[in-house]
C-alpha cells in the first residue's frame, strides 16, 4: 500500500489517500502505508477525462500522434482521453476500428475510441467492437468531410439506441450558414459564415431525433448560449471547449486564421453567457475538441486554413487559473472535467477520489501560475491560440497508480481502452 499524504480535496477536506496497485483503497486521516508523496496541502484532483480529442492518427501523424498527444494531455492533468473518427480512414467500420485501437496502445494515458458515421459505414461491424460512443456524428462538413443528412443521422440514432451506445453530435445546420460571409477575407468571416443560428438549430433537431428514438444524445463543442440552453432543454448533455469559454471574435484581429475552427469563435457578449452557463451547472463538460493542425497549414487564406487548434495539455490549467482568480470553484472544475464525464458516459472506475476509483489524480499548487507559451507544451503542431494566458500545471499526473509525468519527466504509465477495462 502507498499512501499520498495531506491533500487538500476540491471540495476543501484534507485527507491521505491510499492506494492498493492501480485503485484507490481508502480516503481518510492518518492512514498508514509506504509513503508515495507528501502533498503538504496541495490540490489533489481526479485526472481531467477529456471526451472530445483529434489525435489524427492514422492519416496525418505529421500534426500529430497518440505518442506525442497523449504526453500533451498527461502534461495537462489530462489522464483519458476519447478520439474522434474522422481520420484518415475514418473510423466508419471494424477494421477501421481495429486500425486506430492499434495504434492507440501507443497512448500514455487511458484512451477511449468513437466510432463515425458516413454514407459507406459499416455499423455491424462496428457495432461489435468496443465503441465509446457513435460520434462525433457531424450534422454540417468538419475537418474529413464527414456531414450526413437528415436521414442518415435518424437511422445512425436509432441503431446507436438499440445497441445502447450514446451519440456525440456536431451540431451545425448547413442551411443556415451565411452565404453573403463568403465574400469577405477577413479572419471574423468564418465566425459571419457558421451562424449561432445554425447550431441552434441543429440542436433542436439532434435532440427531437433523439426524443424519438431514446437514445443517449451528447452535443459536442456547444458554443452558444442558445445551444447550451436547447441541449439542456431536450434532456440532452452537453460540452464546453475552452476555446469558447476564454476567446471570443475580438481575439480574431490577433489570432488570424489560428482562431478558425467549427463551430468558430463567437461575440464576447456570447462567451460571457456560455461561462455563466459554465457557473451555474448547465453545462455539464469541459472537453477540448484538440485539434491540431501545422502552423504551416494555418498559415493560410481564411477559407483555405484547416479548422482546429490544440487544448489538451492547456484546458485544465486554465480553468484552475480561472478557479484560483475566483471565477470558478474547484468543486465546479471537478465536476466538468472528471466526475459528470465518468457519469455520462459510463466510466465506474474514473472521475472522482474515492475507495474502488482508478488511481486517475492530478496534483497541482494553485499558487504555482505560469505563462502558456506554444513553445513549452508537448503537442506536436508546437503553438496554442492561449499564448500568453496564465494557467497552472500539474506538479504531475498518475493513470492508474503510475506516474505518466512528474516534475517535467513522463513516467512509466501505459494507456488502456476504457472500454475494456472491467468495474
Known amino acids: 500500500m502507498r499512501v499520498i499524504r495531506d491533500a487538500a480535496l476540491a471540495d476543501g477536506r484534507r485527507v491521505d489517500v491510499r492506494l492498493d496497485g492501480g485503485r484507490i483503497d481508502a480516503v481518510g486521516d492518518d492512514l498508514d502505508g509506504e509513503l508515495l508523496a ?21 492519416g496525418a501523424s505529421h500534426k500529430e500522434t497518440w505518442s506525442t498527444g497523449s504526453r500533451s494531455a498527461a502534461a495537462g492533468g489530462v489522464t483519458t482521453v476519447v478520439d474522434q473518427p474522422n481520420t484518415n480512414p475514418p473510423t466508419v467500420t471494424g477494421a477501421a476500428f481495429d486500425e486506430k485501437d ?38 454540417a462538413d468538419s475537418t474529413g468531410n464527414m456531414g450526413i443528412d437528415a436521414a442518415l ?26 452565404g453573403a460571409a463568403r465574400e469577405r477575407s477577413d479572419a471574423d468571416a468564418w465566425s ?21 428514438s431514446g437514445a443517449q444524445v451528447h452535443i459536442a463543442h ?33 489570432l488570424g486564421t489560428f ?70 470553484s474547484y468543486e465546479r472544475v471537478r465536476d466538468v472535467t472528471a466526475a459528470n ?3 455520462i458516459f459510463d466510466l465506474p472506475r474514473k472521475g472522482r477520489i474515492e475507495a474502488g476509483r482508478d488511481a486517475d489524480l492530478v496534483l497541482v499548487d494553485p499558487a504555482n501560475v505560469r505563462e502558456i507559451r506554444g513553445d513549452d507544451l508537448h503537442s506536436k503542431c508546437g503553438w496554442t ?27 512509466s504509465a501505459r494507456g488502456e481502452n476504457v472500454r475494456r477495462q472491467t468495474s
Not at 481526479?46 to 492514422?58: E, K
Not at 455491424?124 to 460520434?135: T, V
Not at 459571419?192 to 424519438?212: D, F, H, K, N, S
Open 38 to 58: 507528501d502533498a503538504d496541502g496541495r490540490l489533489l484532483l481526479p485526472g481531467m477525462i477529456d471526451v472530445h480529442v483529434h489525435f489524427r492518427q492514422p
Open 102 to 139: 492499434e495504434l492507440a496502445s501507443a497512448s500514455l494515458v487511458d484512451y477511449g475510441v468513437n466510432g463515425g458515421v458516413t454514407e459507406s459505414w459499416d455499423p455491424d461491424s462496428l457495432f461489435e467492437r468496443p465503441l465509446f460512443a457513435l460520434g462525433e456524428v457531424f450534422l
Open 153 to 178: 443521422f435518424a437511422a445512425a440514432v436509432e441503431r446507436a439506441a438499440d445497441e445502447d451506445v450514446p451519440v456525440t453530435v456536431h451540431a451545425e445546420d448547413a442551411d443556415l450558414f451565411s
Open 192 to 212: 459571419a459564415y457558421r451562424t449561432p443560428e445554425a447550431e441552434e438549430a441543429a440542436v433542436e433537431r439532434a435532440v427531437a431525433v433523439a426524443e424519438g
Open 222 to 254: 456547444t458554443s452558444t448560449p442558445e445551444g447550451v440552453d436547447a441541449a439542456r432543454a431536450g434532456g440532452a448533455t452537453c460540452e464546453v471547449t475552452p476555446h469558447h469559454l476564454f476567446l471570443s471574435r475580438e481575439d480574431l484581429d490577433d
Open 259 to 328: 482562431g478558425r475552427m467549427n463551430p468558430p469563435l463567437r461575440s464576447e457578449e456570447r462567451r460571457g453567457a456560455v461561462f455563466e452557463r459554465l457557473q451555474s451547472g448547465a453545462v455539464d463538460v469541459v472537453a477540448t475538441d484538440h485539434a491540431p493542425h501545422t502552423r504551416e497549414e494555418k498559415d493560410a487564406g481564411i477559407w483555405d486554413a484547416p479548422s482546429g487548434v490544440p487544448g489538451v495539455e492547456t484546458a485544465l490549467p486554465l480553468l484552475l487559473n480561472a478557479a484560483r482568480e475566483g471565477e470558478l
Open 341 to 343: 464525464p465518468a457519469k
Open 385 to 411: 491560440p492561449f499564448e500568453g494566458f496564465a494557467g497552472v500545471f500539474p506538479e504531475w499526473t498518475m493513470v492508474r497508480g503510475e506516474f505518466a509525468y512528474r516534475d517535467g519527466e513522463f513516467g
